[in-house]
């Protein structure tokens, strides 16, 4: 038996007073609409039956509610029943809607509900409509499309982005090589953990593709002497490094070119991307194989560090519609697509989901603290928005349902190649 069976309390027992004989529904036949309790208990027990009986309880504000019969993860309140109603009709876009608008309170912590409600399972993973399908074609990552996708989620404003990210501004999976470790230590730790795997050597050239708001390509020239060519589309990250660089003196080893990484020419010694393949799109996974193939001649070293999946499916549909628009994180399948049709050999791939979800742990309590002022540069819709996203993705790491994939590799025949594991752990 689910630890979730069909208990269920309406206001007026929770009360104390006695419930009226019309409110014992059975939970398979809707009650009458006169029935106003025992309507809302029926579409909570819908609702969650349709979320895979998470251990959650639920309620409808002043009417009925439905609990569990072990320790409830969280608790969850709808403002109302047309709340209660629109989510049914949509639970993975419009809750999260309700949640940024206000109209759904949440008892307990946001990241365990939601692992709970992944862990579940129930549609979680299999959402697909034609709504869908129709943003994908609007988020297409076409060169403008591109350019209006990354505007929409990173050109917001650098001073927001700083409130939480930590010193270095990197906003990709850190590297905890200890779990002690702080934010801005596992950053740098990351940091040196690509550059180890690239076998970086002074006076070596560098191509990055998607570089945020600069600060790898800063480390790599800073700490392993190479020269560095970062490409980026986003306006406000390009400023920010190139201000960045001449700060710290390394504008002569750091060329920052605002534009898109399908513009990228010339031969260099590695070729890296970090967090920019969820924004490439599946169709133009072969151009980017091109692109890296054409750049490393036949001596060069890859790696593209991306949030995946272990089969093939869509970003969460709010996310993808509210937050990350034309994003996808491909399964390695997928990613296949990069490598083979170029005969790029893979030499190596790491799995750093866990890093990722503490990574993201950290970024939101960094958040938390500095939702005040979040909430005066934008309002308290966008504060719970954010709130929802970090918290959702960080369970979405935790309990499996995204990864983090880190590929090496190299033209078919390089033979200069590491021959062990051993330069990644013993700097």
Not at 240 to 249: L, P, T
Not at 308 to 324: D, M, S, T, Y
Not at 359 to 385: C, G, H, I, P
Request: charged letters at 20%; glycine letters at 8%; proline letters at 4%.
């Amino acid at each position: 038996m689910n630890a979730c069976d069909e208990s269920v309390v309406s206001a007026s027992e929770r009360a104390g007073e006695p419930a009226h004989p019309s409110t014992a529904t059975r939970a398979d036949a809707p009650p009458s609409a006169s029935n106003g309790r025992g309507l809302d208990r029926w579409l909570l027990l819908r609702l969650r039956a349709a979320l895979g009986n998470p251990d959650i309880d639920f309620a409808v504000r002043d009417s009925a509610r439905i609990t569990c019969t072990a320790a409830p993860v969280a608790s969850v309140t709808f403002a109302s029943r047309a709340t209660l109603l629109s989510i049914l009709t949509d639970p993975w876009v419009r809750f999260g809607d309700a949640y940024s608008a206000g109209d759904v309170q949440i008892d307990g912590d946001l990241v365990w509900l939601l692992e709970a409600v992944y862990r579940a399972g129930g549609m979680g993973t299999k959402c697909a409509s034609l709504f869908r399908r129709a943003l994908a074609l609007r988020h297409r990552n076409t060169l403008s499309g591109s350019r209006d996708n990354i505007h929409h989620h990173y050109d917001i404003g650098n001073e927001f982005y700083a409130l939480w990210l930590g010193k270095t501004m990197a906003y990709t999976c850190a590297y905890y090589a200890t779990p002690e470790a702080t934010l801005d230590q596992a950053q740098i730790a990351k940091m040196d953990h690509v550059c180890r795997k690239l076998r970086l050597k002074p006076g070596e050239s560098v191509v990055e593709a998607g570089c945020g708001w600069g600060v790898f390509a800063l480390h790599m020239a800073r700490h392993y002497g190479v020269r560095v060519r970062a490409f980026n589309i986003s306006h406000e990250q390009i400023a920010y490094a190139r201000e960045r660089a001449a700060r710290e003196g390394l504008a002569r080893q750091v060329e920052y070119v605002e534009d898109d990484y399908r513009s990228i020419t010339g031969e260099y010694d590695a070729f890296v991307s970090i967090g920019m393949l969820e924004h490439v799109g599946v169709k133009n996974y072969e151009t980017l194989g091109r692109i890296a193939h054409g750049c490393m001649g036949s001596h060069g070293r890859g790696l593209i560090h991306s949030i995946g999946r272990n089969r093939p499916a869509r970003l969460q549909p709010w996310i993808e519609k509210r937050i990350f628009p034309g994003a996808h994180p491909p399964a390695l399948s997928e990613m296949a697509h990069i490598f083979e049709p170029w005969e790029l050999s893979i030499l190596d791939v790491e799995n750093l989901r866990l890093h990722y979800a503490q990574t993201l742990r950290q970024w939101l309590a960094n958040y938390e603290a500095a939702s005040e002022r979040v909430r005066a540069m934008f309002d308290e819709k966008f504060v719970r928005m954010w709130r929802l996203y970090l918290a959702g993705s960080a369970a979405a790491f935790s309990t499996g349902t995204l990864q983090l994939f880190q590929v090496l590799f190299a033209p078919r025949g390089n033979n200069d190649i590491a021959w062990t594991r051993s330069h990644l752990y013993t700097p």
